[in-house]
Nanobody, 125 residues
Framework: QVQLVESGGGSVQAGGSLRLSCVVR????????VGWFRQAPGKDREEVAR????????FYHDSVKGRFAISQDTNSNNEYLQMNNLEPGDTAMYYC??????????????????WGQGTQVTVSS
């Protein structure tokens, strides 16, 4: 059973950077994936980035392309979301989520089987 723990959120000014960490406890197969989601008050949860464990495929929402980068530490099995040039519109609770195997080319929120507890990101103008 995979367990996820996020950290690294905080408050920054617009233009600043944060790096979120997702500690992965358990095994995710090469067919699995880890996604990063965010949910602002009153809005639906949306996926902003996804990395497949085969190391060859990644996905970014248009709103974060060129500003966010997902990476994996193969030694520690952890995932990271580097967020640069942050905007007030990035303010949200951020979650990592995982499916340990058989991730498709498109992933819906319900396809993920394990979720972390979330970490708050606040960007002020």
């Amino acid at each position: 059973q995979v367990q996820l723990v996020e950290s690294g959120g905080g408050s920054v000014q617009a233009g600043g950077s944060l790096r979120l960490s997702c500690v992965v406890r358990g095994y995710i197969y090469t067919t699995g994936c880890v996604g990063w989601f965010r949910q602002a008050p009153g809005k639906d949860r949306e996926e902003v980035a996804r990395a497949y464990r085969d190391g060859r495929r990644m996905f970014y929402h248009d709103s974060v392309k060129g500003r966010f980068a997902i990476s994996q530490d193969t030694n520690s099995n952890n995932e990271y979301l580097q967020m640069n040039n942050l905007e007030p519109g990035d303010t949200a609770m951020y979650y990592c989520a995982a499916k340990s195997r058989s991730c498709g080319s498109e992933m819906a929120l319900r396809d993920y089987t394990t979720w972390g507890q979330g970490t708050q990101v606040t960007v002020s103008s």
